[in-house]
């Protein structure tokens, strides 16, 4: 189990990663994965745009609440939404770099800031946030119990957190990442959740809806080499993303077949 101390010294490397992006081969070779096909099929079967549209259902009327977004880089799909919509706006990240790119698309909204800052470390002193949004964050952090901690203590009484992260639940998915992991440039603060992981949150927080994406529908990339029409590929897609969809609510089963997982939770 790490140390809060060694996650700060870890995070100072994680800092310069993702300023300078240096990248080994397998490393960029796994993000050309990540982010051309598995976007390019979250995208034509609907995942993303659903669960866009599902947060902001989870973000409620925001003109009353602090809102915190967690390691947001340079912004992510919703920061501008985040930032019009609130009664107070603030974005971190470790990376100085993103977020000065961040602090100019933050401009036109005079109740937004963006600071590069460690989550962890003693500077941030912010608390009280009525919303935690942690888009693709949660995993950087190799101790849940240091950052579930960590959460409590800046947020209100009754404040959300809104997480998606990926999984490493499902046999094939677990199977390619451990083969990838001893080649992998940003491996010491890549920790997709385990089946442990994901009880540790539903004990700490009340958990109001979950959400599994690519189990059954993370095969339609298999369904791309059959003679048969693109639309009719694409409802095969639709379909089974909606079950994925349905089913993980509710399931455990279900969920653990899926790549990734977004969460509303309460503070307790």
Known sequence: ??????????????????????QNFFTKL????RNGILNKTRKNIGVSNQTYDLHRVWFG???????????????????????ENSKSYLGIDLSDVAISKLSDRLKPYPNAKAEAIDFLSDEFTERNF????AYGVLHHFPSTDILINRL??????????????PLETSWPVKLVRILYRPFQSDADWEWPFTKET?????????????????????????VNFLPISEERKKKIGQKWHQQDWEKSAVSD????????????????
């Open 1 to 22: 189990m790490k140390t809060t101390q060694e996650i700060l010294e870890t995070n100072k490397k994680q800092k310069e990663f993702y300023n300078n992006f240096k």
């Open 30 to 33: 796994w993000a050309k994965f």
């Open 61 to 83: 009327d925001l003109k009353d609440k602090k809102v915190l977004d967690l390691g947001c880089f340079s912004g992510n799909a919703l920061s501008m939404y985040l930032a």
């Open 130 to 133: 009525d919303l935690v949004y």
């Open 152 to 165: 409590n203590e800046i947020m209100s009484d009754n404040a959300s957190i809104i997480s998606y992260d």
């Open 198 to 222: 994901i009880q540790k949150y539903h004990n700490a927080f009340d958990v109001i809806e979950r959400r599994g994406i690519l189990g059954k529908s993370k095969w339609v990339f298999v």
């Open 253 to 268: 089963y279900a969920l653990y077949k899926c790549m990734h997982l977004t969460m509303l939770m309460k503070k307790k």
